[in-house]
């Protein structure tokens, strides 16, 4: 009985925030880099190591971190192709950046 009144008082993992979450994971010996994590790693690993099973979403073709690397490489080429003054090329990469930058607001 007091166990289903623990669960009850208990916030949901998705609800919690980030600091809550660390200090619920400090208290799990399996999970290790507990500081470095963002919220989304730190409910995944909480979620792994209690057993419950994540209902997958409809996820993005890639993580928010890829997209942004994706990004921040496009951001350089760009800066090439304005130096050498290919406005057609500095457009194209424009555009392609937007995009990637509209995909991680959606992932978000």
Known sequence: ?????????????????????????KEIPEI???HGMNKAELVS????????VEEKKAQPDASIRE????????????QA???????????????RIARLKKKTRNAA
């Open 67 to 78: 997209i942004k690397k994706k990004i921040k490489t496009l951001k350089t080429e760009q």
């Open 81 to 95: 192709a304005i130096e050498a003054k290919d406005r057609k090329l500095s457009v194209i990469y424009r555009r």
């Open 32 to 34: 290790s880099g507990i």
């Open 45 to 52: 690993e909480i979620k792994t190591s209690r057993g419950i």
């Open 1 to 25: 009985m007091a166990a289903k009144e623990k669960e009850v008082k208990e916030k949901p993992l998705d609800k919690m925030t980030a600091k809550e979450l660390r200090e619920l994971a």
